[in-house]
Nanobody
Framework: LRFSCSVWGGLVQAGGSLRLSCTASRRIYSSNVMGWFRQAPGKEREFVAAMRWNGSRKLSADPVRFTISRDSTKNTLYLQMNSLKPNDTAVYYC??????????????????WGKGTQVTVSS
């Protein structure tokens, strides 16, 4: 399973918005889970958001600002990020696992990873 990721909006100032997209190389099944993580320089990779592909479960580290969604017809996952802050600057990764996870969402639970895309928020 491979991913092709992109950023809509480019470099953004604090308070702005960006949308990330991540297209999978094959069909994602309804019980599979896809999510977003991010890693800032010198920090651990951290959870941002995840969803079961059929839409029945969603989780976000910041549900007010970050919204995860998908277009199953395109095998594409999205992350809409609003009210961005400079400390949102990081490399953002999409990732996948076979099923929903009931414990802590750390990067170690994910099975497949995209290459990452840079998000930079200027002050």
């Amino acid at each position: 399973l491979r991913f092709s990721c992109s950023v809509w909006g480019g470099l953004v100032q604090a308070g702005g918005s960006l949308r990330l997209s991540c297209t999978a190389s094959r069909r994602i099944y309804s019980s599979n889970v896809m999510g977003w993580f991010r890693q800032a320089p010198g920090k651990e990779r951290e959870f941002v958001a995840a969803m079961r592909w059929n839409g029945s479960r969603k989780l976000s580290a910041d549900p007010v600002r970050f919204t995860i969604s998908r277009d199953s017809t395109k095998n594409t996952l999205y992350l809409q990020m609003n009210s961005l802050k400079p400390n949102d600057t990081a490399v953002y990764y999409c990732a996948a696992r076979s099923s929903w996870y009931a414990g802590a969402w750390t990067h170690s639970i994910m099975d497949y990873w995209g290459k990452g895309t840079q998000v930079t928020v200027s002050s």
